[in-house]
């Protein structure tokens, strides 16, 4: 009898553990997903080998650089931004993504090396330019989320994140980018 | 007790299979990992010289210039920046092997950031290792890092590694 009683113990034991183990086992989703650092404009925000500053946000029908001119059926999101690499020089600044709603807009490849979205990235020292974004006019308003990452896939690895509410920010008929620059703090 | 005296050798197999099991998946991948790249260091303390693959290494001389200098501003470095210089000397036996050049900052034995080398401020007649080489000579590679590179109690070394001993490779300080 008291054998019989042990077994059922060790039994339901034993389907606490696998109950336990089934519900916290992370599911491959949340295994891969990215790790978001939070912050807004201004703030410097860092990750495992990546640390951005988002400094301006504006909006534009046309987009000038010191070798380049873009227009748009849309509106341009020129973000200004400072962007350098943690403990290792082996990445760039591949992954700069705007998420309006549920729809995500790649850093525009129009202004070729005017911006310093795809440009590598030097630890401790920053990389300082403007990022395009190319985006419908119906999306340029309301809340949005800058996000950076070095690499392209950003899966179990850091993401930068800072929120823009583009409706408080004024459309400028012509703008002129900044220049890329290195250094500085 | 009747029942694990009855099972003992199977209980005794499990003992040994369970963590041979779990050390064999890990040594797979870790040691894997950790070959491919520079993971085990020889440190090379300053004005000594190391046999590494098939040659002797030595820092010959190392040099540091600030974007604030009038010589970092000739060069043009970058505001908040440094240019290291490090000189180092190569006695192959045969052709010299070729070699990767990295700047590590560390404290104590811990890198904390690693600078790739770069050619953009560089005026040397070479500027890494020369594979069709065969007798002593000597070259400068540059670094650019951050101002605070290697301040207070951090040290910099030069990261020397050649493709055929990895994992192991050069900590050259100087």
């Given at each position: 009898?008291?054998?019989?009683?042990?077994?059922?113990?060790?039994?339901?034991?034993?389907?606490?553990?696998?109950?336990?183990?089934?519900?916290?086992?992370?599911?491959?989703?949340?295994?891969?997903?990215?790790?978001?650092?939070?912050?807004?404009?201004?703030?410097?925000?860092?990750?495992?080998?990546?640390?951005?500053?988002?400094?301006?946000?504006?909006?534009?029908?046309?987009?000038?650089?010191?070798?380049?001119?873009?227009?748009?059926?849309?509106?341009?999101?020129?973000?200004?931004?400072?962007?350098?690499?943690?403990?290792?020089?082996?990445?760039?600044?591949?992954?700069?993504?705007?998420?309006?709603?549920?729809?995500?807009?790649?850093?525009?490849?129009?202004?070729?090396?005017?911006?310093?979205?795809?440009?590598?990235?030097?630890?401790?020292?920053?990389?300082?330019?403007?990022?395009?974004?190319?985006?419908?006019?119906?999306?340029?308003?309301?809340?949005?989320?800058?996000?950076?990452?070095?690499?392209?896939?950003?899966?179990?690895?850091?993401?930068?994140?800072?929120?823009?509410?583009?409706?408080?920010?004024?459309?400028?008929?012509?703008?002129?980018?900044?220049?890329?620059?290195?250094?500085?703090? | 007790?009747?029942?694990?005296?009855?099972?003992?050798?199977?209980?005794?197999?499990?003992?040994?299979?369970?963590?041979?099991?779990?050390?064999?998946?890990?040594?797979?991948?870790?040691?894997?990992?950790?070959?491919?790249?520079?993971?085990?260091?020889?440190?090379?303390?300053?004005?000594?010289?190391?046999?590494?693959?098939?040659?002797?290494?030595?820092?010959?001389?190392?040099?540091?210039?600030?974007?604030?200098?009038?010589?970092?501003?000739?060069?043009?470095?970058?505001?908040?920046?440094?240019?290291?210089?490090?000189?180092?000397?190569?006695?192959?036996?045969?052709?010299?092997?070729?070699?990767?050049?990295?700047?590590?900052e560390l404290r104590d034995d811990t890198i904390l950031r690693t600078w790739n080398a770069?050619?953009?401020?560089?005026?040397?007649?070479?500027?890494?290792?020369?594979?069709?080489?065969?007798?002593?000579?000597?070259?400068?590679?540059?670094?650019l890092v951050p101002s605070d590179a290697g301040a207070d109690d951090l040290g910099l070394a030069l990261n020397l590694s050649t493709t055929d001993e990895?994992?192991?490779?050069?900590?050259?300080?100087?």
């Open positions: 009898m008291t054998r019989r009683l042990l077994n059922g113990l060790v039994l339901v034991a034993l389907l606490v553990v696998a109950g336990f183990v089934i519900h916290t086992t992370p599911t491959d989703a949340q295994r891969d997903a990215p790790i978001v650092v939070s912050g807004a404009i201004g703030s410097p925000l860092s990750g495992r080998n990546i640390a951005v500053t988002v400094h301006e946000v504006h909006l534009a029908d046309v987009v000038s650089t010191a070798s380049w001119q873009g227009e748009t059926e849309g509106v341009w999101v020129v973000v200004d931004a400072s962007a350098a690499a943690v403990e290792t020089e082996n990445g760039a600044l591949l992954n700069a993504a705007l998420v309006i709603g549920d729809r995500t807009f790649s850093a525009s490849g129009r202004p070729g090396l005017d911006t310093i979205a795809d440009q590598s990235l030097a630890v401790g020292i920053p990389i300082t330019g403007p990022i395009m974004f190319e985006v419908p006019v119906d999306a340029a308003n309301g809340r949005a989320e800058l996000r950076f990452a070095q690499n392209g896939d950003p899966r179990a690895d850091s993401v930068l994140a800072v929120a823009v509410d583009l409706s408080g920010l004024e459309l400028e008929e012509m703008l002129t980018a900044s220049e890329i620059s290195r250094g500085g703090s | 007790m009747s029942w694990i005296r009855s099972n003992w050798i199977a209980l005794a197999a499990l003992v040994a299979l369970i963590p041979a099991t779990i050390g064999l998946t890990f040594s797979a991948q870790w040691l894997g990992y950790f070959a491919t790249w520079p993971s085990e260091p020889t440190v090379v303390p300053v004005n000594q010289s190391a046999t590494y693959d098939t040659a002797d290494w030595s820092v010959l001389d190392a040099t540091r210039v600030s974007a604030d200098s009038q010589e970092g501003s000739d060069l043009g470095l970058p505001e908040g920046t440094d240019l290291v210089s490090v000189q180092v000397r190569v006695d192959p036996r045969g052709p010299s092997p070729y070699c990767t050049l990295e700047l590590d770069t050619l953009e401020f560089t005026t040397a007649e070479r500027s890494g290792c020369e594979s069709d080489y065969a007798v002593t000579y000597s070259f400068e590679t540059q670094f990895l994992p192991r490779y050069l900590r050259l300080y100087f």
